[in-house]
């Protein structure tokens, strides 16, 4: 059995999660990361996706988070998201609508740098629907 760790992950809106885990699977700016106790430190963007936790007290819970980072330590890891749901709560008529938004801000980009950033958010965005939708 993996050793538990203390992990929140927090919204501008609330607390989501503040318990005890034994892992933890974020979508880092460079890639997928499983989170475990004594965890090397180290802060991380995290890009639009799936938050996995998996808590000592029952079974694995998924969350969406769109953009944010997370501090991990050795002796816990807390995800400030700029948004946050369970992925039992997604509303995927919201998501919908975040996907159109950014299709528009790619419309309507002024300059390479804005466009490169919102094509990019809006990939993040068409990969977690297409991801939901498994």
Excluded: W
């Amino acid at each position: 059995m993996a050793e538990a760790f203390k992990f929140e992950l927090v919204s501008p809106e609330r607390l989501l999660v503040s318990e005890e885990v034994d892992a933890v699977i974020i979508p880092g700016a460079d890639g997928e990361m499983t989170v475990m106790a004594r965890h090397a430190p180290v802060m991380t963007m995290v890009k639009p996706g799936v938050v996995t936790v998996r808590p000592v007290s029952g079974a694995e819970e998924r969350y969406v988070v769109f953009g944010g980072f997370a501090d991990i330590l050795p002796e816990g890891c807390t995800l400030l998201a700029e948004s946050a749901v369970a992925v039992k709560d997604i509303d995927r008529t919201d998501l919908s609508r975040r996907i159109q938004d950014a299709k528009e801000d790619v419309a309507d980009a002024r300059d390479d740098a804005a466009r490169t950033r919102a094509e990019q958010y809006l990939a993040h965005l068409t990969t977690l629907e297409a991801a939901l939708a498994a």
